[in-house]
């Protein structure tokens, strides 16, 4: 059974950098749509990045050209390099897994779709 875990999260000023982790309990090779989310405070969870297969990757408009996120399927791990922090990307981000179809939805949709979460680690951006 798929079991996710974060890692990386903390605070830093604004215009900073950050890179989260996830681990997986089991080889995701080619199988999973796989995806960092982010809910803020009184705020909806919504979608910041996903991918599929080796490198199609899709990315939230308010965070394209400054995230980035890879899948390396030898070490069962997602990450997601986050540079230029703003204020307005503290929240706490999850990474999440469905089947690989799910990358082919909206974003909105795949943080809806896409069970298997893990328990999120928070990233706080000073201004």
């Known amino acids: 059974q798929l079991q996710l875990e974060e890692s990386g999260g903390g605070s830093v000023q604004a215009g900073g950098s950050l890179r989260l982790s996830c681990s997986a309990s089991?080889?995701?090779?080619?199988?999973?749509?796989m995806g960092w989310f982010r809910q803020a405070s009184g705020k909806e969870r919504e979608g910041v990045a996903s991918i599929v297969g080796a490198d199609v990757a899709t990315y939230a408009d308010s965070v394209k050209g400054r995230f980035t996120i890879t899948k390396d399927s030898d070490k069962n791990t997602l990450s997601l390099q986050m540079n230029s922090l703003k204020a307005e990307d503290t929240a706490v981000y999850y990474c999440?897994?469905?089947?690989?179809?799910?990358?082919?939805?909206?974003?909105?949709?795949?943080?809806?779709?896409?069970?298997?979460r893990g328990q999120g680690t928070q990233v706080t951006v000073s201004s």
């Open positions: 089991i080889n995701i090779k080619n199988r999973y749509c």
């Open positions: 999440a897994a469905g089947p690989d179809f799910l990358c082919g939805l909206d974003l909105s949709e795949q943080a809806r779709r896409l069970t298997v």
